[in-house]
């Protein structure tokens, strides 16, 4: 057992990785020397050398289309996009060039490649530095999509998304990666894209993923002060969907209350309200209500915290779903 | 009217709001041409043609057939029997040249016109057309013939060029001295892609990283209705100097000239000397693609003009006239087109068709739940309709 930050523990699964397979290459602005930006690849370079841990020149487009290059060559690289509003430049080459290479070839071309994106908000920045773009990923074909919330999952799921013969956007959530954990390197992992039940309970289920998490834990430790037992569950794979863990708890809470820092129009929380209502309709008590982002861009930073779902909005919306 | 080489004194009025200066796109000083448009050799300071008469032989053959190719399936896409052509008329000596230049161990990495590098990689025509016909995305086995996937969205090529080369500087096949280890790549794409965000950023990449790549461009003068000044105001080959290799100019309608001049820039790139960027100055005879209408955008005169160019014609014209090549070498050669064209033609009509379900299997390399019940959802209901045609033919009812 190791005591490790998130950034640490994400550290220690890259080195892992880099250990295991000599084909595991790193690329990113600001990776090698530095240790980016977070200091998550940090002595990674001095360590595994400039042609494993490379430094980019400052172009998103390339590190992802260079890295399509090496995958076919058979590499695997593990790209980082250095900030959430940074990947655009990089869309084209993973949703037209990453997604598609194997459908296109009929499987013959694989693409085990991991995009690493610290995201989300709440670390004071300015524009473009505190998005949540998982909805675009989630909804493009060929693509998984993950994200850890604490240090213990940081490490054994960065290790299995390289392990993964298929290309994974890999969310880090930015303002998790100081806080810190338990971590047991010879522990049995759960699989990469399994959720988990983080806290059982039996009144309302509430779904979170990546920096939500510890907000939703937070809000079901202060509605058991006033007799409510909220379930949270840890959805950490956002494509493919657990919905059998998901399933499981509707069914028996009969509400559902889904959270995520993105904007709520057609985000995780659309599909899975349409996913829980088809699966679990007669098992429903109220309608599966959302709390999320607002439909504007990423405000301001001095206004951040009211646009970002807190315990007080998790456990107003919670209030509604009982309501019924 | 007559015609020059230049774009600088094309006819055309430029259009509303476009700059009026337009520096000079062609400079015949600067193209390396080792055959004349009349099939007379040349020599040049730097670059020769090191092949035998056998080789200028099999270019002819690789040019004449893979021409033969293209007619065939742009015939085809007239018949209805492919959804769109890309028309290669007029580039095979730029693609065949270069094509010919390439070990085995090197790869490339494509445009959708590159049918006849295609051709000399030894992917099989057919592989074309059913992607055009609509029965797939491209499925010969890139790996294997070290051809890559046709790309679609211009000049994202470049960068998988550029990152597959990096992979081989890992794999320590650059600069061993071994000619039977050390690779290159080539990253094929046209004039137009040279204004995308990628190609420059791959610039940008292989020289940072030294990569072993070599960046053909086929300048064909036009992007479906631009014309390459629209792309550039310098020659394009020009442009290598600003990220920090060489760039040349090479008769894309020259086989001997292109071969000189990949054959030297790969060779550079084997040998650890990083990128090259080769223009081969051609045009494309044909339209866009079969969508497309040219005679709304560039005069006959010009089509007229590049005819007298053609890579083909001065082959065949330095043969006969060296008496390299007899007659039976020609006809030969048009019985073998002719029957590769009727080949071609039956076995695209008898492509067989993908079904919708097996395509839920390509997605992912371990197929994701939702997407195993979509595919067995789509399955089910798929065969609903199979059974009710059954059962109609069964009873002789009609629909």
Redesign the interface.
Known sequence: MTRLTMAKALNAGLRRALEADPKVVLAGEDIGKLGGVFRVTEGLQKDFGEDRVIDSPLAESAIVGTAVGMAMRGYRPVCEIQFDGFVYPAFDQIVSQVAKLRYRTRGAVAMPMVIRIPYGGGIGAVEHHSESPEAYFAHTPGLKVVTCSNPVDAYWMMQQAIASDDPVIFLEPKRRYHEKGEVDESATPVPLHQAAVVRPGRDVTVLAYGPMVKTCLDAATAAADEGRDLEVIDLRSLSPLDMAVVAESAQRTGRVVVVHEAPLNLGLGAELAARVTEQCFYSLEAPVLRVGGFDTPYPPSKIEDGYLPDLDRVLDMVDRSLAY | MLVSDGPDDRTQPPATGVAPAVLPVRDDAELVQLLTPEGERRTHPDYAFAGSDEDVRGFYRDMLLSRRVDAEATALQRQGELGIWASSLGQEAAQVGSGRALLTQDFV?PTYREHGVAWTRGVDPLRLLAMFRGV????W???ETRF??YAI?IG?Q??????????????GLVGTGDPARDTA?VGYFGDGATSQ??VN??F??AS?YNAPVVFFCQNNQWAISEPSERQSRIPLYKRASGFGFPGVRVDGNDVLAVHAVTTAALERARSGNGPTLIEAYTYRMGAHTTSDDPSKYRLADELEHWRLKDPIARVRAYLEAGGLADEAFFTGLEAEADALATKLRADCLALPEPTLAE?F??????Q????QAQQAAYTEYAATFEDEATALEGTGGAR
């Open positions: 990495f797939d995305h491209g499925t086995d890139a790996l890559g996937p969205i994202a470049a960068l998988h060029a550029t990152g597959y080369a990096m992979g081989i500087e890992r794999d790549v965000g990628d950023e791959a940008i990449f940072s395509t299997d390509w997605v992912y390399a371990e994701t739940p939702y997407l």
